[in-house]
């Protein structure tokens, strides 16, 4: 019960304190989302009125293909994504997660409901107006590309720049560091039958980038790679995504790449949401059955992370000596204890023996008997990349934050455990 | 045979109507047409026959290849040695003209029917009915409105040209991936310019195919038009023919092969160049 409890406060905790930036976003974020769904509703057909109104009494999708032969696309559909968030609309095909990615820039048009971009009601926005929004604001990238053939790859990546009316000159001086960042420095002449689906998936991002557009949305980009460029994509957004820092909705129907970008996932099913949640949350809480069983086959030693299994880090001061390291490890009953700094950095580990021995020798000093070469994990290495190294290392693995300062510690058992207890979880 | 429908007094009550009270239309069409016609031969003959030669040739050239370029220049030199040459200027103005109405009218009806399935559908039959109507029909409605000469041919010729121009614009452009042109909403871009910037830059070689066969079509026309007085090489067959002169129609119709694969080369070059480009 109280593994329990604590386990729960570490991943609250650990939303909030993921990287010092992301905590100044939180600050920002509860001021207002970057994008909020309200309701958003869309049905396929001539006489959507009265699928709505039946829609609203209740009735099922196919009560009201039946009765109206209108095809619901998605209803009841409410969420909000934060700024800088990574937000992963996730289902099976068929489940309407590239419609509502569509209605949030209107390429479809929703039938009610609303779509808020930055607080402006996108679904209230004229011709032009929408326009401006998705010259400026919101940006796509497509699941078959949707490159130009009869363009340059530098064209195809300007094609943002040019609609606007931006001079040659200046848009291709736009262009050109985009392309150089997403690794096509060499190919800006080249036609797209020249290019791999890998590269070509590149241009479509440069695209997108060029823009500098607040909003990413993008539809199943990596859908259409091999698993092993797709793998290869996957951390380059991300990689890309710490230094661009856009708002992300990204739709896919591979759990393994939810679960790998998102910071949160909306799980769809036949139009409508089942789970909102971070990875862990969809993984250790899932809110039915549908999504246990979605769930079930999943690796969770790749999901889950460092900070969701380790445990508060016990460890003394360099300052301390010999006995206290030793008085505390006896308490505590271990054979080693991690030593910080007076700022909480983490120094190294001594070892119950060399304590004993250095008490002996009556040396005050902890610093001679420190190990230093010790393995650090960060808060959001993957589990799976630990285990190795707990089953070679006679030490708890340490996890340090970016400035070094000591988190909290890994020991073989609890990880076992943390697997095993989570596991359970998702069955 | 009496005629249960009696079709054939209908159309002669309704040519002669339009005849009667259209007069003036007619007649500023008929200027119009005969105005823009007249420079462009005039332009054509106002060319030394060598000068032409060496400018077509390097047209093709250009727009298609070497071995375009060399069958041109010597097809050229041998219509110049059979003595036709005033002739093929003749047709070559006649084509050139009725080219440029069948695209000035041709390219945006093809657009129009392109974005809409309601002008799509209404094109249909009345392309069909322009193109499988035997030609030589539209001379009797051309001659009353028109009366003989250059002005009616022309007319006629555009009829009989321009629908494969319509057609293959509004296919071309309906081909175009609406992937593509998704993603050139989801950028902002205005209807006009997915048309300008996409749909047609992708249909381009479509819309050369159609401009293609609207000339081999209109060149085929010019030579039926000589009997209400087209002039041209087509002329000199229907000379032939009438006089049974079989030598001189013989000549007249090499010289029209000759004009015939000219024209098609080049305008095929120029549609496979854009082809390349694009792959």
Known sequence: MIELKREAKVSKLGVELQTPETAENNVKQQVQPKIVVKDLVKIFGDRTERALELLKQGLSKDEILQKTRQVVGIYNINFEVQTGEIFVLMGLSGSGKSTLLRCINRLIEPTSGQVLVDGEDVTGADGKRLRELRRKVMSMVFQSFALFPHRTILDNAAYGLEIQGVKKDERYARARPVLEMVGLKDWEGAYLTQLSGGMQQRVGLARALVNNPDILLMDEPFSALDPLIRREMQNELLALQSKVNKTVVFVTHDLDEALKIGDRIALMKDGSLVQIGTPEEILTHPASDYVAKFVQHVDISKVLTAEGVMKPAEAVRLQDGPRVALRRMRELGISSIFVVTRERRLAGIVTADDALEASERRDPNLSRILIEDIFKARPETPVSDLIPILADSKYPVAVVGEDGRLLGIIVRGALLAGLVRKGNGSE | ?279
Do not use: C
């Open chain 2, 1 to 279: 045979m009496e005629a249960y429908i009696p079709l054939a007094q209908w159309v002669d009550v309704f040519v002669r109507y339009m005849e009667l009270h259209f007069m003036g239309f007619f007649d500023v069409v008929e200027t119009f047409i005969w105005f823009i016609w007249f420079n462009i031969e005039k332009g054509i003959s106002f060319v030394p026959w060598w000068l032409l030669v060496i400018l077509l040739g390097l047209i093709a050239w250009r727009g298609a290849g070497r071995s375009e370029a060399l069958f041109t220049v010597l097809g050229l030199v041998f219509l110049q040695g059979l003595g036709v040459w005033d002739g093929m200027v003749r047709t070559l103005s006649l084509v050139v003209t009725a080219m440029l109405f069948s695209v000035v009218i041709g390219t945006p009806l093809g657009i129009w029917a392109a974005r809409s399935n309601a002008v799509h559908a209404a094109l249909r039959p009345v392309l069909d009915f322009m193109q499988t109507m035997p030609s030589f029909v539209y001379l009797i409605p051309a001659i009353m409105f028109f009366g003989l000469g250059p002005v009616p041919a022309l007319i006629s010729i555009v009829i009989f040209a321009m629908p494969p121009l319509v057609r293959l614009t509004d296919l071309g452009l309906r081909q175009v991936s609406p992937d593509l042109i998704e993603a050139a909403r989801a950028f902002g871009s205005t209807p006009n310019q997915i048309l300008t910037k996409i749909q047609v830059p992708l249909a381009l070689p479509t819309i050369m195919a159609g401009i293609n066969q609207a000339i081999m079509l209109a060149l085929s026309m010019s030579v039926i038009a000589s009997m209400i007085g087209a002039g041209g090489l087509g002329g000199d067959v229907l000379y032939g023919i009438s006089r049974v002169e079989v030598g001189r129609g013989f000549v007249g119709g090499i010289s029209i092969v000759v004009v015939a694969i000219i024209l098609d080369r080049i305008t095929q070059g120029a549609r496979r160049e854009k082809r390349v480009r694009q792959a």
